[in-house]
T-cell receptor, first 117, second 114 residues
Framework: GAVVSQHPSWVICKSGTSVKIECRSL??????MFWYRQFPKQSLMLMAT?????????EQGVEKDKFLINHASLTLSTLTVTSAHPEDSSFYIC?????????????FGAGTRLSVL | AQTVTQSQPEMSVQEAETVTLSCTYD???????LFWYKQPPSRQMILVIR??????QNATENRFSVNFQKAAKSFSLKISDSQRGDAAMYFC???????????FGEGTQLTVNP
C-alpha cells in the first residue's frame, strides 16, 4: 500500500524554540495533506488541510501563526511549531490523500511525539 | 455537520473469538465513504476496511467485515478469529465523496485476552 513517511518520530525541545516536522508521500503525489493532533487516549483532531502550492486551511481555534504549514511540492508538507511551549507537547500525525484511480484513501504517517521542556 | 459516534470506549475479546465494534454517524448526504482505522500501540494509523455508501454489499477484508445499515446510519466492524495483534484503538471515520477531510469517532480500545 501507499506509504507516508513522517520525520522525526520523537523530538524534545526547549521552550521558545521552533520545531519542524516533515511529511512525505513516498510512492504517490499528494495534492492534499492533513495535519492532526492527538492527545493520549483521544481521537485525532484535524488541525489543518495542506494544499500544494496554496495556503493551508486551518480549523477553527488553531493558531496559524503558531503552527506554520508549507506544502511546497506534491510529495512534501511540513508543520513548524513556532516558539513551542509545554502546552504544545502532543502527538502530531500527518496524512496524505491518494487520488489515484478510485482509491481516494488517506494514508497516515507514523506520527511525531513532541515534548517541550 | 457530520458526526461520528462510537459508544464503546473499551471492548475486550478472547483470542479466536468474534467481536463487534459499533459506530453510528449522522449525515444528510446520500453518498459518502466510511472507514475503520486501527491504531496499535505504535500509534501508526492503519486502514482496516472501507465502505462506499452507494454499495449495498458489506465490505470484507479477510477476518474483518462490516455491517453497513444505511437507513439506520450504522457501520459496525466485526473481527472474527481475534488475534493478539488485533489489540488496538479502532476509529470509525466518515468522508463525503466530494470532500477531503475525515471525521473521526472517539475510538474504541480493543483488548484481546489470551
Amino acid at each position: 500500500g501507499a506509504v507516508v513517511s513522517q520525520h522525526p518520530s520523537w523530538v524534545i525541545c526547549k521552550s521558545g524554540t521552533s520545531v519542524k516536522i516533515e511529511c512525505r508521500s513516498l510512492d504517490f503525489q499528494a495534492t492534499t495533506m492533513f495535519w492532526y493532533r492527538q492527545f493520549p487516549k483521544q481521537s485525532l483532531m484535524l488541525m489543518a488541510t495542506s494544499n500544494e502550492g496554496s495556503k493551508a486551511t486551518y480549523e477553527q481555534g488553531v493558531e496559524k501563526d503558531k503552527f506554520l504549514i508549507n506544502h511546497a511540492s506534491l510529495t512534501l508538507s511540513t508543520l513548524t511549531v513556532t516558539s513551542a511551549h509545554p502546552e504544545d507537547s502532543s502527538f502530531y500525525i500527518c496524512s496524505a490523500r491518494d487520488h489515484r484511480l478510485a482509491k481516494n484513501i488517506q494514508y497516515f504517517g507514523a506520527g511525531t511525539r513532541l515534548s517541550v521542556l | 455537520a457530520q458526526t461520528v459516534t462510537q459508544s464503546q470506549p473499551e471492548m475486550s475479546v478472547q483470542e479466536a473469538e468474534t467481536v463487534t465494534l459499533s459506530c453510528t454517524y449522522d449525515t444528510s448526504e446520500s453518498d459518502y465513504y466510511l472507514f475503520w482505522y486501527k491504531q496499535p500501540p505504535s500509534r501508526q494509523m492503519i486502514l482496516v476496511i472501507r465502505q462506499e455508501a452507494y454499495k449495498q454489499q458489506n465490505a470484507t477484508e479477510n477476518r474483518f467485515s462490516v455491517n453497513f445499515q444505511k437507513a439506520a446510519k450504522s457501520f459496525s466492524l466485526k473481527i472474527s478469529d481475534s488475534q493478539r495483534g488485533d489489540a488496538a484503538m479502532y476509529f470509525c471515520a466518515y468522508r463525503t465523496t466530494s470532500g477531503s477531510r475525515l471525521t473521526f469517532g472517539e475510538g474504541t480500545q480493543l483488548t484481546v485476552n489470551p
